[in-house]
């Protein structure tokens, strides 16, 4: 059965520092990752999507990557600012359904 | 651009009352989904539907739990008989369904349910 685990559980920064969201899956045998930003009480906005041939994606000052054969991608952050405050969610998707991670809880100090 | 829309955004309900979930995928979607997330809990899949049948289904969605198309744009979920253990928010999604696995699931805002 597929696991998601994400650590940390939490974590705060100081604002413009560089971070980076970690994230493991149990079975490899994914068709993609999803990196998920979701603010407290919201809906799910998707960030990032690596294919599972796909080693990277970026967009802007996020950049998600992937290595499938170890189950783990990590999800980098730059120059961080007190927007980016927010709930990260790592999700893998096999077959019609997504699994998602607990999620980082990220809180930029201002 | 198109999303994903969700109504009611709160709903509030009696232990044994049935409940109707709506949402509205993208217009050219073909694949939509039920998800649910507990309070402090992962996001959990419960459903997904093509073609006007249910494609994929988890543990969660039991007899208690129903999907349904009844037209061209909606797409609800209906809980039969709630219990306080369902809720949760709920979200809706849709995928184009081309490239199947390579495609994004696009997500509705949630409706939270409260069962008192």
């Known amino acids: 059965k597929q696991e998601v685990t994400q650590i940390p559980a939490a974590l705060s920064v100081p604002e413009g520092e560089n971070l980076v969201l970690n994230c493991s899956f149990t079975?490899?045998?994914?068709?993609?990752l999803q990196w998920f930003r979701q603010d407290p009480g919201k809906g799910l906005t998707s960030l990032l999507l690596?294919?599972?041939?796909?080693r990277e994606q970026t967009s802007g000052r996020l950049n998600a990557s992937l290595d499938k054969s170890s189950g783990r991608s990590t999800l980098y952050i730059a120059a961080s600012q007190p927007g980016d405050s927010a709930t990260y969610l790592c999700?893998?998707?096999?077959?019609?359904?997504?699994?998602f991670g607990k999620g980082t809880r990220l809180h930029i100090l201002p | 651009e198109p999303e994903v829309t969700q109504t009611p955004s709160h709903q509030v309900t009696q232990m044994g009352q049935e409940v109707i979930l709506r949402c509205v995928p993208i217009?050219?979607?073909?694949?939509f989904y039920w998800y649910r997330q507990i309070l402090g809990q992962k996001v959990e899949f419960l459903v997904s539907?093509?073609?006007?049948?249910?494609?994929?289904k988890s543990e969660i969605f039991d007899d208690q739990f129903s999907v349904e198309r009844p037209d061209g744009s909606n797409f609800t979920l209906k809980i039969r008989s709630t219990k306080l253990e369902d809720s949760a928010m709920y979200f809706c999604?849709?995928?184009?369904?081309?490239?199947?696995?390579?495609?994004?699931?696009?997500f509705g805002p949630g409706t939270r349910l409260l069962v008192l």
């Open positions: 079975d490899s045998a994914i068709y993609n």
């Open positions: 690596i294919q599972s041939s796909q």
């Open positions: 539907f093509y073609n006007n049948e249910i494609s994929e």
């Open positions: 999700a893998v998707k096999k077959d019609d359904k997504i699994i």
């Open positions: 217009s050219n979607h073909l694949y």
């Open positions: 999604a849709s995928s184009t369904g081309q490239g199947r696995g390579r495609e994004t699931q696009y």
